[in-house]
């Protein structure tokens, strides 16, 4: 099955810093990612949609200057957490589809952002 | 505007059966789906449902009526690592996923 891996798992940083966090599909080919937060007993919230080789479509209320997303390859994207505040401290969760026509996501296992 | 409901929480029994109700209000509409999900992990694909009627697999059944924006995951032979958050979400005409808040299942001996 299609399998998508995050990294890191888990990453704690001081207010301030910037994070990287790495999302691949490891046996497919992911035309379209999504970067999702979940806060503690709460639902996925989607933060952006993005598509290989170009700009990542943000939701209202995310800020893509603070958020950024590069989706430069098929098997990668890459969210940057830039100037972490506790506030943002988070799961942060990748899903990954083939198309248009795959109707299934593939979550990667998530990373738990803790920000000091 | 788009809008899913599920309940908060739901109570049930190792052994019993369970009907988790999903309402939906969605601009245009590509599939129905139910996720499960365990406290701290990421969410798994339980089932999709683009057509009306009901889907079996195995424990887990889910149905949908497009007409009445209703969809329902049933679980049978509960067990207790059956006790998860369970995620309904439809895909829109732009194949965006939009979530409901999630069902807490608690599973009791």
């Known amino acids: 099955g299609a399998v998508v891996s995050q990294h890191p798992s888990r990453v704690i940083c001081k207010s301030g810093t910037s994070v990287k966090i790495e999302c691949r599909s490891l046996?497919?080919?992911?035309?379209?990612m999504f970067w999702y937060r979940q806060f503690p007993k709460q639902s996925l919230m989607l933060m952006a949609t993005?598509?290989?080789?170009?700009?990542?479509?943000?939701e209202q209320g995310v800020e893509k200057d603070k958020f950024l997303i590069n989706h430069a390859s098929l098997t990668l994207s890459t969210l940057t957490v830039t100037s972490a505040h506790p506030e943002d401290s988070s799961f942060y969760i990748c899903?990954?589809?083939?198309?248009?026509?795959?109707?299934?996501?593939?979550f990667g296992p998530g990373t738990r952002l803790t920000v000091t | 505007g788009q809008n899913i409901d599920q309940p908060t929480e739901m109570t049930a029994t190792e052994g019993a059966i369970v009907q988790i109700n999903c309402t939906y209000q969605?601009?245009?509409?590509?599939?129905l789906f139910w996720y499960q999900q365990h406290a701290g992990e990421a969410p798994t694909f339980l089932s999709y449902n683009v057509l009306d009627g009901l889907e079996e697999k195995g424990r887990f059944s889910s149905f949908l009526s497009r007409s009445k924006g209703y969809s329902y995951l049933l679980l049978k032979e509960l067990q207790m690592k059956d006790s998860a958050s369970y995620l309904c979400?439809?895909?829109?005409?732009?194949?965006?996923?939009?979530w409901g808040a999630g069902t807490k299942l608690i599973i009791k001996p």
């Open positions: 046996d497919f080919q992911a035309t379209t």
């Open positions: 993005s598509n290989e080789g170009s700009k990542a479509t943000y």
């Open positions: 899903s990954a589809t083939t198309g248009h026509n795959s109707y299934e996501q593939y």
């Open positions: 979400g439809t895909m829109d005409s732009n194949y965006q996923l939009i």
């Open positions: 969605t601009s245009g509409f590509n599939g």
